[in-house]
T-cell receptor, first 114, second 113 residues
């Protein structure tokens, strides 16, 4: 089946690192994604990782992928109050080697305390 | 990455009426996806729209309720028909451009009263 799971809430202090975890079930997924949604706003693509990689770093963001355990994490270094949002993990459905639609987790609400 | 213009950004509609949502993309894309995000929930795929063919609907969504048009490679519409309060959600379109990840429209926040 297709299922993407994330913890629903995470609270950190400003300046600390945040780690948001995600597990997925479809081992054929080619790409895995992290999106950010601020209140009342649409979805902003943060980063994505190809399934043959185990790490990707982009400024304050680090994505780790453990394909064996089907585990994905997003680490935000030096978390700021502006990082407060809901973070969605998503896997792309594979259609014979091409990407199809995305399957989303329920989202992790990150609260950053000053 | 592609830029999507989605309209309207929000609307309040009477039950029993219909609303058509438009998405215009600044580049040609093969597949466009329509999602629904119910209050406090994640995104659920409604249908996939390819140009020149009928949309493919996910389980629980039917063409009579959510008719979709895809007249060319840069444009699509989703209509929410015969609305009820349960249709109150955010509706988003999405595309996968040639490079970069999936891009989303800014969403249409629909309230049915």
């Amino acid at each position: 089946g297709e299922d993407v799971e994330q913890s629903l809430f995470l609270s950190v202090r400003e300046g600390d690192s945040s780690v948001i975890n995600c597990t997925y079930t479809d081992s054929s997924s080619t790409y895995l994604y992290w999106y950010k949604q601020e209140p009342g706003a649409g979805l902003q693509l943060l980063t994505y990782i190809f399934s043959n990689m185990d790490m990707k770093q982009d400024q304050r963001l680090t994505v780790l992928l453990n394909k064996k355990d089907k585990h994905l994490s997003l680490r935000i270094a030096d978390t700021q109050t502006g990082d407060s949002a809901i973070y969605f993990c998503a896997e792309s459905k594979d259609y014979g080697g091409s990407q199809g639609n995305l399957i989303f987790g329920k989202g992790t609400k990150l609260s950053v305390k000053p | 990455s592609a830029v999507i213009s989605q309209k309207p950004s929000r609307d309040i509609c009477q039950r029993g009426t219909s609303l058509t949502i438009q998405c215009q993309v600044d580049s040609q894309v093969t597949m466009m996806f329509w999602y629904r995000q119910q209050p406090g929930q994640s995104l659920t795929l409604i249908a996939t729209a390819n140009q020149g063919s009928e949309a493919t609907y996910e389980s629980g969504f039917v063409i009579d309720k959510f008719p979709i048009s895809r007249p060319n490679l840069t444009f699509s519409t989703l209509t929410v028909s015969n609305m009820s309060p349960e249709d109150s959600s955010i509706y988003l379109c999405s595309v996968l451009p040639g490079i970069g990840g999936y891009t989303f429209g800014s969403g249409t926040r629909l309230t049915v009263v």
